[in-house]
């Protein structure tokens, strides 16, 4: 799981059925200290997130689809929680 | 998922049976604020999406899954976007030691 923040939501009329009534979010990764940001990415909201949030990502599909409860659908990324605190060490 | 944009259209006609009746589009995936990422790919399409739409894929085996019985494609446009917006992130980098979000 990716630890990312919510930087945005996507409006979309015409979507897949695996997609109904779900809020979509774009989502970019943290990074530690000194590298890069990737591109963003899009999610399902699986935690009632918000923007600004720092949320947990799962870039499964697998796991994405056993957790809203679908067998054989498009769907990946999913956000599954909000995190209120991390505590990352430099790993000495 | 990803997000992208409809740039052209392919024309195949003998195809996989699977896929009969659904689009290959050429797509270019870009990032939050419309710069492209890598090269253009062709995406099987199942939401009617058309040239210069903004549309949301899946890649890899999660694609297959668009038309069932699992289609042969590892890219395809599940969404057709009306508009997406996005906040100033600010700073991604994530501190050493604690921090709290809350």
Known sequence: MLIAKVIGTVVSTIKHPAYHARKIMLVQALHLPGEKPDDAFVAVDLAQAGVGDVVLVCQEGGSTRQIMGLKDQPVRSSIVGVIDSVHLTRGE | ?102
Do not use: Y
């Open chain 2, 1 to 102: 998922m990803i997000l992208g944009q409809v740039i052209g259209e392919v024309i195949a006609t003998i195809k996989d049976e699977s896929v009969h009746g659904h689009k290959l589009l050429i797509t270019q995936l870009i990032n939050h604020k419309r710069e492209p990422i890598g090269r253009p790919q062709v995406a099987l399409e199942v939401v009617h999406a058309g040239v210069g739409d903004f549309v949301f894929l899946v890649r890899a085996r999660d694609a297959s899954f668009a038309v069932v019985p699992n289609a042969p494609a590892d890219l395809a446009i599940v969404g057709v976007i009306d508009h997406w917006d996005t906040i100033d992130p600010g700073s991604l980098e994530l501190p050493f030691g604690e921090t709290w979000f809350a």
